[in-house]
């Protein structure tokens, strides 16, 4: 069973930096778009930034310019480093997966189990 395991969330006070992890378990993995998505306390989950097996990215009107998302293929990781963090960025942050192949096998849509990001003075 394939999984994405998140890591590098934690409180930092406003205008500090973060940079999340999201790694794949397995082996022999080929995956295709990737992003994080967040979801603050009565709002609906929210994408934050995507980016393609080839390198395209997207990202949401309020982070462009502060959070940059990339890749690691060799070691099926994403990350997202936030930077000149607000408090409306407090969110519980989750990775996802929009299709994963290990052999003969195919995972779709699946999620990490989310990190807290707490920006707060």
């Known amino acids: 069973q394939v999984q994405l395991v998140e890591s590098g969330g934690g409180l930092v006070q406003p205008g500090g930096s973060l940079r999340l992890s999201c790694a794949a378990s397995g082996r022999h993995l080929s995956i295709n778009a990737m992003g994080w998505y967040r979801q603050a306390p009565g709002k609906q989950r929210e994408l934050v930034a995507a980016?393609?097996?080839?390198?395209?990215?997207n990202y949401a009107d309020s982070v462009k310019g502060r959070f940059t998302i990339s890749r690691d293929s060799a070691k099926n990781t994403m990350y997202l480093q936030m930077n000149s963090l607000k408090p409306e960025d407090t969110a519980v942050y989750y990775c996802?997966?929009?299709?994963?192949?290990?052999?003969?096998?195919?995972?779709?849509?699946?999620w990490g189990q989310g990190t807290q990001v707490t920006v707060s003075s």
């Open positions: 980016i393609t097996s080839g390198g395209s990215t």
């Open positions: 996802n997966a929009d299709r994963i192949w290990q052999g003969g096998r195919l995972f779709s849509n699946l």
